[in-house]
């Protein structure tokens, strides 16, 4: 079989061909070129980001015979560790090695010279899947092995490795290749396999990699193998599993023009074509923060690793939407992330988010709801004002500034001084004659002065009873809208005597006071 898959074929052969990893390779280089060789390194990382490939370069650097302490790629050492075939470089998996007996069994061969190289490499993948009689059996050799030995452990999961091992080894930590990065790689594979593919089709394939470059390799020969020499978007969504970028767009248009319909369709879509519900929110969910980038920056491509076509496509689309619904459509798909975990039927849940967005259009920003309220400046036609709930009268207090005390004429004094007995007879009859024995005087802007005959006078001391009071201060300042105190004179005094009732209102003359003013004369009795 002469078909040789993508990840092995351009597997890189020196540091320099190695992607992503610049701060790692940095390290190895400097470490090689003064012969500072560390007796062990743990490699850890993601899987597919080159961790098993940096290894075995670094096998052959140090055992390379140029003077450079470059791997040359040319010498016997570096062309039998490149063909897998050096009886110097071993390569062990973990996985399948994990018991004490096989640690032992290394223990015995590491002992020996290597046979043509300066060291003897052994190169231990998943390493974390050693049992723990295996790590304590690799204890001893690994802090103090011979000179010729160097160990490379590699790992996807360094947190499962006992903390012993961990410090007795040089932890370099791999990290997620860039997107920009994949993408000239599956770029220049493309070009030398004279397959036709766009810029959608290759951000399409980094995209679904998520960081590993082995992963966007097999992705591709995988298309290839689909489509053939001419590979299509549409194709991959088929392939992969995963919604299209152009899926997307119709989806965002279909929210800013209020498409129910439209969206609804997608979402059958979506659960027809069997696409993994939470991949397809993730991918929406960074849509959607390409266009709040868009919307807050004023040069957003640096922080938009998408091709130049799609970024053309996510400006026309970013000003449809406020910046404040921009955010609201952000937290209805975070929120919908959370609620599918545990849903039964989470497509259900993404069409109800689907209407939910629709709406967004149709509500205001809080800001400008106040701002109208307060009178500053016009409700825009077209606006969907809340309703205005009741406000209690001590809101209505804190919310309206204190108006100005209003002047009432004698004839309005009167109707309302009349109004406040006829419901004080309601409740307490007593209380209501006491208080039509008296005239009103005058109204002041903090009193009301009730003249009272001195055979009447008794009548002061029993409408100043507290239940009295408590009776009179809402009906009073119901009527005449302000905080008043009564004050009493009887005839032939003009001493007052306010009382501490605080807030009546104003009061009217009574109806034999109006009939004195008139008819005239005097009361006998």
């Known amino acids: 079989m002469n078909f040789q898959v993508s990840a092995r074929k351009w597997r890189p052969q020196t540091f320099d061909e190695v992607a992503g990893q610049k701060h790692l390779i940095q390290v190895l280089t400097n470490s090689v070129s003064q012969g ?16 098993t490939t940096v290894a075995r370069i670094l096998a052959k650097a140090i055992n390379c015979t140029d003077t450079t302490k470059r791997p040359c790629g040319q010498c016997v050492s570096c062309r039998e560790i ?25 223990r015995e061969k590491v002992k020996y010279l290597p046979l043509s190289g300066k060291y ?53 930590v791999f990290r997620k290749i860039a997107r920009i990065e994949i993408e000239a790689q599956l770029r220049k594979i493309l070009f030398e396999k004279n397959v036709q593919a766009s810029d959608r089709v290759v951000t399409f394939i980094a995209r679904s990699a998520e960081g590993s470059l082995r992963d966007a390799l097999s992705l591709c020969d995988q298309a290839i193998a689909y489509s053939g020499k001419s590979v299509r978007e549409e194709d991959l969504a088929t392939l992969f599993g995963r919604a299209a970028y152009s899926t997307f767009h119709l989806m965002t248009i279909g929210i800013a023009e209020k498409n129910a ?14 696409y993994d519900l939470r991949q397809f929110l993730a991918d929406w969910i960074e849509r959607l923060r390409h ?15 998408l091709p130049d076509e799609e970024k053309k496509e996510l400006a026309s689309a970013a000003f449809l939407f406020s910046k404040e619904a921009m955010l609201s459509l952000f937290s ?15 497509h259900l849940l993404l069409e109800v988010a689907l209407m939910r967005a629709v709406l967004i259009s149709d509500l205001t920003p809080i800001e400008t709801i106040i701002t109208a309220i307060k009178g500053q400046t016009q409700i825009p036609v077209g606006v969907v004002m809340p309703p205005v709930m009741p406000v209690s009268v001590h809101q209505e207090k804190r919310l309206s500034p204190p108006e100005p005390p209003q002047q ?40 009301i002065l009730l003249k009272f005959s001195e055979e009447s006078s008794f009548l002061i001391s029993l409408i100043e009873k507290d239940e009295n009071k408590k009776l009179l201060h809402p009906l009073l300042k119901r009527y005449f809208g302000r905080d008043l105190t009564l004050a009493f004179e009887t005839v032939g ?21 109006e009939a004195l003013k008139i008819f005239g004369g005097e009361i006998v009795k």
């Open 36 to 51: 500072e060789i560390a007796q062990a390194y743990l490699f850890s990382g993601t899987r597919g980001v080159g961790k």
């Open 82 to 106: 490149s063909e897998n075939r050096s009886v110097d470089v071993l390569e062990i998996d973990g996985a399948s090695n994990t018991s004490v007996d096989d640690v032992r069994d290394l």
């Open 120 to 172: 003897k490499v052994y190169i231990i993948d998943e390493v974390h899947m050693l049992s723990n009689a295996a790590f304590n059996a690799l204890l001893k050799t690994l802090e103090e092995p011979p000179p010729h030995l160097v160990f490379i452990l590699a790992t996807t999961e360094a947190h499962k490795l006992p903390a012993t091992i961990l410090s007795r080894c040089q932890h370099l």
């Open 261 to 274: 319909t439209a969206l609804l369709e997608i979402a059958r879509e979506i659960e027809n074509n069997g």
């Open 291 to 305: 266009l709040i980038v868009i919307q807050n920056v004023k040069n957003p491509d640096g922080l938009i690793d």
């Open 332 to 346: 209805i798909f975070i929120k919908l992330q959370e609620d599918i975990k545990n849903a039964s039927r989470p």
């Open 408 to 447: 009432v004429s004698p004839q309005d004094t009167a109707t309302l001084w009349k109004n406040i007995l006829l419901e004080v007879k309601k409740t307490r009859p007593n209380l209501a004659s006491y208080l039509d024995q008296g005239v009103v005087l005058s109204v002041l802007e903090k009193t």
């Open 493 to 513: 005094t003009s001493s007052l005597r306010p009382t501490p009732i605080v807030g009546l209102p104003l009061s009217a003359p009574s109806l034999v006071a």
